[in-house]
């Protein structure tokens, strides 16, 4: 070895420790922040979208999206609270808005609160409601489940009604309307799951009520709009407008075959609607016919998530800037998983984006992103409680008793008595 190479040893050794040092301080600072959620077409695929674009502007931090059932993500994250593992736990979780207030009164402390960070005045308001326990709000706003009536144009036509027609309807007029599509068409006038309480839950928030008052207790019995709601399924059962379906794939293939004129569901049914391309200009979409009681609105919701983080997270801090970030503040991130996902965000100011704005050849050249989002704005705060799926059930199961005679005040008094027995 020669002398000069005696001389650059010991700065060729001490560059590679060097490097080594550097390489072990950057492995170190590196954060992968670990999600649960359901859906590979939609929340999987979307918050894979979100940490790319979190990582683009913090290299450090990368995303282990983890796709399992819907069920399979409810029992982990039920056992794991339960046991008070944090290692068995995610740093983030997509938590359905019916299921929020279970999680955050049954396991306190376990979600970090995102009140200090997150502008909450900038979400829907309702979706804000169902996160909140206590003055602290502790999720962040996901996807709408906001809710309308889409309609077969021709149809309607064929019956002697024009598109105007089905602005600001009531239940009532949406039953007559129904007698007399099926009188010209032979068409039903909408698909019914009598064991599926989602049309209930639809009309009943339209009116600003829910299963439960805003403290959490049972609200059945004294329940105007959940008596008016009641009434209204009865009639249209007792009409005979609606074809009876058992189970999801049933009730899609209700609209989706053409057998019905009508569909009532959140905006997340867009892409099912869109899915038969030889129906393309024969459908519209208005806002949800009203209750004729006081209180009642065009405007209620079905279904939606939102994201939540978990106080025992080791990356909590880089959580929550993610999600603030990018679900709280990147309006072109509501305009991509519009287009690509037919996600409506509950962000508002994500309205005034181009994708948003853009009409909609299938829906004859409607703005029916624009309508959705302006209709979020409106749907009625609730307090969606702990027992939701209960109250569905003890629901459903009085639904016959309906086109029985039964008086609906009788009805409200079965339900409550399920309801009580099932929450003590």
């Given amino acids: 070895m020669d002398n000069l190479a005696r001389a650059y040893l010991p700065r060729i050794a001490g560059l590679a420790l060097a490097s080594v040092s550097f390489l072990a301080v950057t492995a170190a600072e590196a954060k992968e922040i670990t999600i649960w959620c359901w859906d590979p077409n939609f929340n999987v695929a979307i918050m894979k979208e979100a940490g790319a674009r979190y990582t683009k502007t913090h290299p450090d931090v990368t995303f282990n999206v983890v796709d399992f059932a819907k069920a399979d993500v409810e029992q982990k994250l039920q056992t794991g609270l339960a046991s008070g593992t944090a290692d068995a736990l995610p740093d983030i979780v997509l938590i359905e808005d019916y299921g929020a207030q279970k999680y955050l009164q049954s396991f306190p402390g376990a979600f970090a609160p995102l009140s200090g960070t997150v502008d909450y005045s900038g979400f829907a308001p309702y979706k804000v409601e169902v996160m909140t326990l206590d003055g602290q709000v502790y999720g962040m706003p996901f996807d709408s489940g906001v809710a309308g009536l889409y309609y077969r144009k021709d149809y309607l036509e064929q019956s002697g009604?024009?598109?105007?027609?089905?602005?600001?309807?009531?239940?009532?007029?949406?039953?007559?309307?129904?007698?007399?599509?099926?009188?010209?068409?032979?068409?039903?006038?909408?698909?019914?799951?009598?064991?599926?309480?989602?049309?209930?839950?639809?009309?009943?928030?339209?009116?600003?009520?829910?299963?439960?008052?805003?403290?959490?207790?049972?609200?059945?019995?004294?329940?105007?709009?959940?008596?008016?709601?009641?009434?209204?399924?009865?009639?249209?059962?007792?009409?005979?407008?609606?074809?009876?379906?058992?189970?999801?794939?049933?009730?899609?293939?209700?609209?989706?075959?053409?057998?019905?004129?009508?569909?009532?569901?959140?905006?997340?049914?867009?892409?099912?609607?869109?899915?038969?391309?030889?129906?393309?200009?024969?459908?519209?979409?208005?806002?949800?016919?009203?209750?004729?009681?006081?209180?009642?609105?065009?405007?209620?919701?079905?279904?939606?998530?939102?994201?939540?983080?978990?106080?025992?997270?080791?990356?909590?801090?880089?959580?929550?800037?993610?999600?603030?970030?990018?679900?709280?503040?990147?309006?072109?991130?509501?305009?991509?998983?519009?287009?690509?996902?037919?996600?409506?965000?509950?962000?508002?100011?994500?309205?005034?984006?181009?994708?948003?704005?853009?009409?909609?050849?299938?829906?004859?050249?409607?703005?029916?992103?624009?309508?959705?989002?302006?209709?979020?704005?409106?749907?009625?705060?609730?307090?969606?409680?702990?027992?939701?799926?209960?109250a569905d059930l003890a629901v459903t199961a009085q639904l016959p008793a309906l086109t029985q005679g039964t008086p609906t005040d009788e009805i409200l008094k079965a339900i409550d008595a399920e309801i009580s027995g099932q929450i003590q």
């Fill in 161 to 390: 009604f024009k598109p105007e027609d089905m602005q600001n309807l009531t239940w009532d007029r949406f039953i007559e309307i129904g007698q007399q599509v099926e009188a010209k068409t032979g068409k039903k006038m909408i698909g019914l799951d009598p064991n599926d309480g989602g049309l209930v839950r639809v009309i009943m928030q339209s009116a600003g009520q829910w299963y439960f008052d805003k403290e959490g207790k049972p609200n059945i019995t004294g329940n105007a709009a959940l008596k008016a709601t009641l009434e209204t399924v009865g009639k249209i059962m007792s009409a005979n407008i609606y074809k009876p379906a058992n189970g999801w794939s049933d009730w899609v293939g209700t609209f989706t075959s053409g057998d019905v004129a009508t569909v009532v569901a959140g905006v997340w049914i867009t892409g099912t609607v869109k899915a038969q391309p030889d129906q393309a200009g024969k459908w519209g979409v208005v806002p949800i016919p009203a209750l004729s009681i006081e209180g009642a609105t065009h405007a209620s919701n079905l279904g939606g998530s939102s994201w939540y983080v978990l106080e025992s997270s080791a990356e909590k801090a880089e959580a929550i800037d993610f999600l603030n970030e990018i679900y709280g503040k990147d309006i072109d991130f509501y305009q991509k998983i519009l287009q690509d996902r037919g996600a409506v965000g509950s962000l508002l100011a994500a309205r005034r984006g181009a994708a948003y704005e853009a009409a909609d050849s299938f829906f004859g050249g409607e703005k029916v992103w624009q309508n959705f989002s302006d209709w979020l704005a409106k749907v009625p705060s609730v307090n969606y409680g702990v027992f939701t799926n209960e």
